[in-house]
C-alpha cells in the first residue's frame, strides 16, 4: 500500500512539474508581437478568483468604416495603471500574442499588453 502512495504521489508531482513548465514556457514565448491603434473603450480588473486586467479598444482604420474591436489582457500593474488613465482617449498598444496559454487564470484573452502610448 505505501508503495502504491509512493508511485502515486510522484506520478502526480511529475504531472504538477510538466504542467508548470508548459504554462512558463507558454507565457514566456510569444507567438507574434505587434501594435494596435484605437480608442479605449472599456477596461476593467475581472474573475471570479483569479483576476486580470482585461480590455478593449476600438480599431477605427478609415473615416465612416464599421471599426473592429481588439480585446486584450494587461499582467503588469504599471502598464494597467497607464492605460485606466486613458479611457476613452486614443491609444496605440504594444502587445506579445500567447497561444496555448491553458486557463484564463492567466488572461482571457491570448494577446498581453506590454507598453502603451497615449496619443494627443
Do not use: N
Not at 494596435?36 to 476593467?44: C, I, P, V
Not at 483576476?51 to 478609415?62: A, D, F, M, R, V
Not at 480585446?71 to 485606466?84: N, S
Amino acid at each position: 500500500m505505501r508503495r502504491v502512495l509512493v508511485i502515486g504521489g510522484g506520478l502526480l508531482a511529475a504531472v504538477a512539474l510538466l504542467f508548470a513548465a508548459y504554462v512558463w514556457l507558454a507565457l514566456s514565448y510569444s507567438y507574434s508581437e505587434g501594435e494596435r491603434a484605437g480608442y479605449l473603450q472599456k477596461f476593467s480588473k475581472r474573475g471570479w478568483i483569479c483576476k486580470t486586467w482585461e480590455g478593449e479598444i476600438l480599431l477605427t482604420p478609415l473615416p465612416g468604416m464599421i471599426p473592429e474591436k481588439f480585446e486584450f489582457t494587461v499582467r503588469d500593474e504599471a502598464v494597467a495603471g497607464q492605460i485606466a488613465s486613458a479611457a476613452g482617449k486614443r491609444v496605440v498598444l504594444h502587445y506579445a500574442q500567447h497561444k496555448g496559454v491553458p486557463t484564463s487564470c492567466f488572461g482571457d484573452t491570448q494577446y498581453f499588453v506590454t507598453s502603451v502610448d497615449v496619443q494627443p
